[in-house]
């Protein structure tokens, strides 16, 4: 494992704890997220869903974003899958999200 990750998530410069098996900065995550492909950027949301703490994974997405991509997005989530749905039904019944997805 790196001993350099972190959970330190609002430094530019740190190394994300869940991205063990693919070190990269917050600043190049960030950069790879707005201007990957399509499938690259699915993959990686993919990826900080599946292993970021549910509360991290706001510091690189919205809830609108994910219910958005929803479809995508759950292929990659494993054993998270379950976690997601509920939440985000949850917050789809409580008005927080639009019905529809695009």
Partial sequence: MNNNLS???????????FLW????TVAELKRRLSEASAAE????????LREARDTDVWKF????AVWRDWEKL??????????????FESW????????KRT
């Fill in 7 to 17: 959970t330190d998530l609002d430094s530019p410069s740190s190394l994300p704890y």
């Fill in 21 to 24: 098996d693919e070190p990269m």
């Fill in 41 to 48: 950027r699915t993959r990686l949301l993919g990826k900080i």
């Fill in 61 to 64: 997405t919205t809830p609108q």
């Fill in 74 to 87: 759950s292929k990659h989530l494993g054993r998270r899958r379950e976690f997601w749905e509920f939440l």
């Fill in 92 to 99: 789809r019944a409580e008005g927080l999200l639009d019905e």
